[in-house]
């Protein structure tokens, strides 16, 4: 079984600070890696995935992270933010070892982002 | 192309009855994956369909809980007996044919469940 941690439940920053959410996770087998932002009474939405390669993901709205297999670590980075990036934010792995558990996401249990002006 | 829709948005039930959420994957999409968000906490895996099968359900509780995605149809999550603690936003994800853990799961805006 796998599971995920985000160290941080609440992240404040000021506009057009760097910031960082960071995501540990444990499995016994390889993992797929996923990143989702979630605006207040919506669904989730993708930000950027590691499947498989390079390790630094490039994804959408600025956002980047670095898969590290020794640190079991996924953590998402953004150089510069902004008040709209204001949001809840969830690290998610999902299994490709095969079998009856494949294809469901486990996530960890949030980061909100709040970008003060 | 729509994206996932699950309706309704909202619903109020109280104890004791029974509440249907009801999703329609994207075009093309034949994976169903159904997650519960409790108040202040992440999203956890209920139940994991295919057309007309139930691949996992693992992360379903054993009573009251039932799923099913049709040939025809929605994917159906229903809840009888409704308690309290059944509140929460359910949120329904569907993924192309293939491997399952490789696709994108898209996500619809979920149904929040309130018991009164």
């Known amino acids: 079984a796998q599971s995920v941690t985000q160290l941080d439940s609440q992240v404040p920053v000021f506009e057009e600070a760097p910031v960082e959410l960071r995501c540990n996770y444990s499995s016994s087998v390889s993992v797929y890696l996923f990143w989702y932002v979630q605006y207040p009474n919506q669904g989730l939405q993708l930000l950027l995935k590691y499947l498989s390669g390079s390790t630094l993901v490039k994804g959408i709205n600025g956002f980047e992270a670095e898969f590290n297999k020794s640190q079991t670590s996924f953590h998402l980075r953004k150089p510069s933010v902004h008040i709209s990036d204001t949001a809840e934010y969830f690290c998610?792995?999902?299994?490709?070892?095969?079998?009856?558990?494949?294809?469901?996401?486990?996530f960890g249990q949030g980061t909100i982002l709040t970008v003060h002006p | 192309n729509a994206g996932v829709m699950q309706n309704p948005r909202h619903l109020v039930r109280r104890r004791g009855q029974e509440a249907r959420l009801r999703c329609s994957p994207m075009k093309g999409h034949s994976h169903v994956y159904w997650y519960r968000q409790l108040p202040e906490e992440g999203l956890k895996f209920m139940v994991y369909l295919q057309k007309e099968n139930i691949i996992d359900e693992s992360g379903m509780p054993k009573e009251r809980f039932s799923a099913e995605f049709p040939k025809e149809g929605p994917s159906i999550l229903r809840i009888q007996q409704v308690v309290r603690g059944d509140s929460a936003a359910y949120f329904c994800a569907s993924s192309l044919p293939g491997q399952a853990g490789y696709n994108e799961q898209f996500f619809g805006p979920g149904t929040r469940l309130t018991v009164l």
């Open positions: 998610a792995v999902s299994t490709n070892a095969g079998g009856t558990s494949y294809g469901k996401l486990t």
